[in-house]
């Protein structure tokens, strides 16, 4: 299995749908998770950690899963402004001076008028 | 002003030349980071750097070196550049996150085309 796995899309989506993104991780020691959204021709940018317990902020819903070492992002009433590249991101290692992250290669989501 | 930034945002050159490309963070971040996207491959890194005196490889740093020059400034060389070096090249800074983990921040990228 590789390291972050996530598929790639292309999601074309009307607006107003319901949109959820899958990502499985090798490493059952890794600590952190996170969802990073990238637009095109521009830099990755932090859409939000997944907790545990699973989060929500706004029409975003993160959650995980460890025992079968997936995370998954769901998007509700999508906008046009959601159209993006998702990047699944874990941190493989247990913190301390080896703390670095590790992406997925991102999913791409179109999401149409 | 931005807090992450990268010169050039872009470049063309030549096989064979020396490249510099600088990033420069007002964030106060100790952790700096050196990544590049292919198209297909995502983000890979090449180095990192958690303090002015500790520098690390990535899981791609053949052909590329490092230096960082002041907690706020990491330059990536290029001392020979080739046509795969072609990429979309992103610094990244963090502050090593607390609890949960960290953020990372990045600069607008670099994209280099070399021919």
């Known amino acids: 299995r590789k390291e972050v796995e996530q598929d790639p899309g292309p999601f074309n989506v009307p607006e107003g749908a319901t949109v959820a993104f899958n990502c499985t991780y090798s490493n059952s020691a890794s600590q952190s998770f996170f969802w990073y959204r990238q637009d095109c021709r521009k830099e990755p940018k932090l859409l939000m950690s997944?907790?545990?317990s699973g989060n929500e902020d706004g029409r975003f819903t993160a959650q995980l899963n460890r025992a079968s070492q997936y995370i998954s992002l769901l998007i509700r009433d999508s906008k046009l402004s959601d159209s993006a590249t998702y990047l699944c991101v874990v941190n493989p290692n247990s913190g301390g001076s080896n703390y670095k992250l590790t992406f997925g290669k991102g999913t791409l989501l179109t999401v149409n008028p | 002003d931005a807090d992450v930034t990268q010169t050039p945002r872009n470049r063309i050159t030549k096989t064979g030349k020396r490249i510099m490309l600088e990033c420069s963070q007002t964030k106060g971040h100790d952790r700096m980071y050196w990544y590049r996207q292919d198209p297909g491959l995502g983000l890979r890194l090449i180095y990192y750097s958690f303090d002015v005196k500790d520098i690390n490889k990535g899981e791609i740093s053949d052909g590329y070196s490092v230096s960082r020059q002041a907690q706020a400034k990491f330059s990536l060389s290029l001392e020979s550049a080739i046509p795969n070096q072609t990429a979309l090249y992103f610094c990244a800074t963090s502050d090593g996150g607390q609890g949960v983990g960290e953020t990372q921040y990045f600069g607008p990228g670099t994209r280099l085309l070399v021919l």
């Open positions: 997944v907790y545990s």
